[in-house]
C-alpha cells in the first residue's frame, strides 16, 4: 500500500496529540470563507466531509476565550 504524500490533497497531518479541549478550531476554506467550532472531532469531520484539502485549505487552533470568574 502506497502512503498518501504531503503535497496530496487528501494529506491530513496532527502536530499535537495533547488535549485539545481548551481550544475552538477555524476551519478555512480555500476561498477564504471560515467557520469557527467548540469541538476538535467536529472540526475534523468537516475536513473529512468536505473534500479532505480540495475545498478546505487548513483548519487553525484558537486558544478559548478564558471566561470571567466572580465580580468586576
Same mark, same amino acid.
Given at each position: 500500500?502506497?502512503? *498518501?504524500?504531503?503535497? $496530496?490533497? =487528501? ?5 499535537? $496529540?495533547?488535549? !485539545?479541549? #481548551? &481550544? =475552538?478550531? @477555524?476551519?478555512? /476554506? @480555500?476561498? %477564504?470563507? /471560515?467557520?469557527v467550532v467548540d469541538?476538535?472531532?467536529?472540526? =475534523?469531520? *468537516?475536513?473529512?466531509t468536505r473534500g479532505?484539502? +480540495? !475545498?478546505? /485549505? &487548513?483548519?487553525?487552533?484558537?486558544? #478559548?476565550?478564558?471566561? /470571567?470568574? %466572580?465580580? +468586576?
Amino acid at each position: 500500500m502506497e502512503l *498518501i504524500q504531503p503535497e $496530496d490533497p =487528501q494529506y491530513f497531518t496532527e502536530t499535537s $496529540d495533547g488535549d !485539545y479541549g #481548551r &481550544h =475552538q478550531y @477555524k476551519v478555512v /476554506s @480555500k476561498t %477564504g470563507e /471560515s467557520i469557527v467550532v467548540d469541538d476538535y472531532m467536529l472540526a =475534523q469531520e *468537516i475536513w473529512w466531509t468536505r473534500g479532505r484539502g +480540495k !475545498y478546505i /485549505s &487548513h483548519i487553525e487552533v484558537l486558544d #478559548r476565550k478564558q471566561q /470571567s470568574k %466572580g465580580f +468586576k
